[in-house]
């Protein structure tokens, strides 16, 4: 197939039990079969998936179009505070009930036959129910109540929504764990989040791809030069990460060391490498690496994320959240939104907005991450019993003090396989 992707009237091919999370096959970037199984199993399954932060829901009425996996939902505010997240999607013939990304209502009629539902989902109107002077109307007996797009399980952290379609799910903060909630709490420490600015991009991969990417501390100061070069990140920096006991979950963070001393000798062990992220560059204006100390641990990059389709970033001053979502076996949207706080100085704000541009499709530090992953599905299209090798730091989960290891690759590989039963 032109995609890459392979036939399936053989069957799902075996993946080896051994491997584990150490080898994974390349078809499981390539198969529709494997994609139709993550969305039953995965993003329909019992996961927590995320939606969007309750501060682009401030008023009743408020909606915010999203996706779930490649299923549309719709997230909303009613006149009772609660929020709720259900299908994009009409009662009626199944067309889309939200046209627009997001905006306020009072409730959802669809265009095609102006079947209305309300903020929460429930079908309340159907046009010409009774019929037109005797004639015609819904059939009798049709109850209303028994009708409607699926609706998803909601819960939030920190003024951040996450929905699922399984309503026996863990409640949130069990499938969390205590370590993540403590780092995500450590990023927002009680303040009131606003969003700074959002965009879309568009990665030519599999959206596993994408997630692998999150999770490798071992690339990150390699890959990228901005990195290295003016010191935000080396391996050689105190730092470790997390993997949460099912292996999904990760953190991965570091500290700047300021000794001179220090700093030579991280500069000699990437030239000893012969590492591209050692090259000579620079900056005409430094002031987008001035920052301001927000955090007392001195913790200057954070990444956590939560299975499997949500990524909180800490690079010095710049927040942001970001949803991957499945675009087809071979293409992702990533969604980013840039976040600052109430409580910011009109200075805070301006260092964080002159950061934003480290990260992004175009981005100082991760301009690369939008490429790489398409490198790899372009050269595994051809490949698909081949396996790529994860044996960086060994071939456990466990968290650790260094970030020179692929472990918490193997633990979204590991949770990936005990959900889709692969």
């Known amino acids: ?27 499981i970037f390539q198969r529709e079969d494997v994609r139709a199984l993550e969305n039953d199993k995965i993003f329909h399954g019992n996961s927590w ?14 909606f915010v179009a999203v996706h779930v996996g490649e299923t549309p939902v719709i997230v909303t505010r009613d006149s009772d505070g609660q929020f709720y997240a259900f299908e994009n999607r009409c009662a009626h013939r199944g067309a889309l009930l939200a046209l627009e990304d997001r905006g306020n209502v009072k409730d959802f009629t669809c265009v095609y036959h102006a079947w209305t539902h309300s903020l929460q989902g429930d ?25 409607g797009p699926r609706k998803l399980r909601v819960d939030s952290i920190e003024g951040m929504l ?42 030519p991969n599999n959206w596993k791809l994408y997630v692998e990417n999150t999770k490798d501390s071992y690339h990150a100061s390699i890959l990228h030069t901005f ?46 490498q012969k590492i591209r992220s050692d090259r000579d560059i620079s900056l005409q204006d430094t002031s987008m690496l001035q920052g301001f100390k927000e955090f ?28 991957v979502q499945p675009n087809g076996i071979g293409s992702t949207q990533l969604h980013w939104t840039y976040l600052g706080f109430e409580e910011d100085t009109p200075e805070q704000r301006k260092i964080r907005l002159k950061q934003a541009n480290l990260v992004g499709p175009g981005g100082y530090v991760s301009m690369e991450d ?3 992953g398409g490198f790899v599905q372009r050269a595994t299209a051809t490949s698909p019993n081949e396996r790529a090798v994860l044996a960086m730091g060994g071939y456990d989960i466990a968290s650790g003090n260094d970030r020179i290891t692929e472990a918490s690759i193997r633990g979204f590989w590991v949770e990936y396989r005990a959900r889709t039963g692969l």
């Open 1 to 27: 197939m032109m995609d890459g992707s392979q036939p399936t009237s053989g069957g799902m091919p075996v993946w080896a039990e051994e491997d584990g999370g150490t080898r994974v096959p390349y078809w």
């Open 162 to 203: 996450f929905g699922s379609f399984d309503d026996a799910v863990d409640d949130l903060e069990d499938y969390l764990g205590d370590e993540l909630i403590g780092r995500i709490a450590r990023v927002f420490n009680g303040r009131t989040p606003v969003v700074l600015g959002r965009f879309t991009q568009i990665l």
């Open 296 to 323: 007392p641990d001195d913790i200057t990059l954070q990444i956590l994320t939560v299975f499997p389709n949500f990524v909180l970033q800490q690079i010095q001053n710049s927040l942001a959240v970001r949803r």
């Open 370 to 372: 939008g490429c790489i």
């Open 49 to 62: 998936n995320y939606l969007c932060l309750e501060c682009e829901l401030a008023e009743p009425g408020d």
């Open 227 to 272: 990195f290295t070069t003016f010191e935000l990140n080396r391996l050689s920096q105190k730092g470790g990460i997390i993997v949460s006991e099912g292996g999904g979950c990760h953190v991965s963070y570091s500290m700047i060391d300021r000794d001179a001393e220090e700093a030579k000798k991280n500069a000699s062990l990437y030239s000893d």
């Open 123 to 147: 079908l309340k109107g159907i046009a010409f129910k009774d019929g037109i002077k005797g004639c015609g109307g819904i059939a009798e007996g049709f109850d209303m109540t028994n009708y």
